[in-house]
């Protein structure tokens, strides 16, 4: 037995270890070995937060210990981090551990693994139900009808005596009017249906701090964004935006307090400063976040429209004066 095949069952072994759980993918990536400076092209084979495993496609010196920067794009978004190879073998398949992460890379990792899992998890339901057999369910005998005995008709009871009630005992037991004023109701704050499909078709005002990532070229322009629905959103760019319709581009924006980070393409251009952005392929997670965030935008709104209305004089007592 080599010292290559030594080190693929020690790094089996390493792998059964692990905390986080790696999942299958297959997206070109590009490993630079840092000492050499010398690029390899590859595919990311699996995917964990804590590193990944590639296959090279040309024999190259990795050994374990070597630092590295290795980059790939998956489910949209860009990645290249610094990592350090744990192990390698005579397949040209190597193990590299992330190292040095930023926070924000990292949050952005997780919420790739996430959806990489959410499909995994839905795959693997609809091929577990289409082997089930399908098993038709009981066939149960109609119960028989039992008629019921006529029943015999009671006599008729005898009436009593005629009550006589007099009017004074009538009007006694009415309430005055003047205890049955209804007292006057504050004015409701209309709170909007959360479950209303309307909410993903109507458009929401919003003043926040955005970038526009363009993927194929790697560049970001910073900009405001104008409005925001379900579907995409309006945002109106420092710089002269230079790129046409139909341009793949990541949004990133922070409101309610909560990080957003969107697939879409470029729907409109309304002028050299200001694009409409149609948002593509999110998940159900980052679609109820959404939905969550449209949701607080309506009643922010629907709260400041009724403060504005108290705060507005009586038009009858204006005019009396």
């Known amino acids: 037995m080599d010292g290559n095949q030594d080190g693929e069952r020690s790094a089996n072994r390493g792998q059964e270890r692990r905390a986080h759980p790696r999942y299958s993918v297959d997206e070109e990536c590009l490993l630079l070995l840092v000492n050499h400076g010398m690029p390899v092209k590859g595919r990311v084979v699996e995917l964990s937060i804590e590193g990944c495993r590639i296959r090279a496609s040309e024999p190259f010196a990795a050994k374990a210990g070597r630092t590295v920067e290795i980059s790939f794009k998956v489910k949209g978004f860009a990645f290249r981090f610094c990592g350090m190879v744990r192990w390698s073998d005579s397949h040209q398949i190597a193990g590299i551990h992330f190292e040095n ?131 995409g959103c309006r945002i109106r760019t ?43 392929d999110l998940s159900e997670r980052k679609r109820q976040q959404v939905l969550d965030l449209i949701d607080e935008i309506e009643e922010s709104q629907a709260e400041m429209a009724h403060e504005e209305e108290l705060a507005l004089p009586d038009q009858s007592v204006t005019e009396s004066h």
């Open 101 to 231: 992460m930023i926070p924000r890379r990292k949050v952005e990792l997780v919420e790739v693994i996430d959806e990489i899992a959410e499909t995994a998890a839905r795959a693997q339901a609809a091929s577990q139900s289409a082997t089930e057999p399908h098993i038709p369910p009981p066939v149960l005998a109609e119960p028989k009808t039992i008629e019921a005995a006529p029943a015999t008709p009671e006599p008729p009871k005898p009436l009593g005596p005629p009550v006589v009630v007099k009017a004074t005992e009538i009007l006694a037991q009415i309430p005055s009017a003047q205890s049955h004023t209804p007292a006057k109701a504050e004015p409701s704050v209309p709170r909007p249906n959360k479950g209303s499909d309307r909410r993903g078709q109507s458009r929401h005002e919003v003043d926040t701090t955005a970038t526009i990532f363009l993927v194929k070229v790697a560049s970001a322009l910073r900009g405001r964004i104008v409005d925001l629905s379900i579907g």
């Open 238 to 280: 420092d710089e002269k935006f230079p790129v046409g319709i139909y341009t793949r581009v990541e949004v990133e924006f922070y409101l309610q307090g909560l990080p957003f980070r969107l697939g879409g393409v470029i729907q409109a251009i309304h002028n050299r400063n200001t694009v409409g952005i149609r948002l593509l």
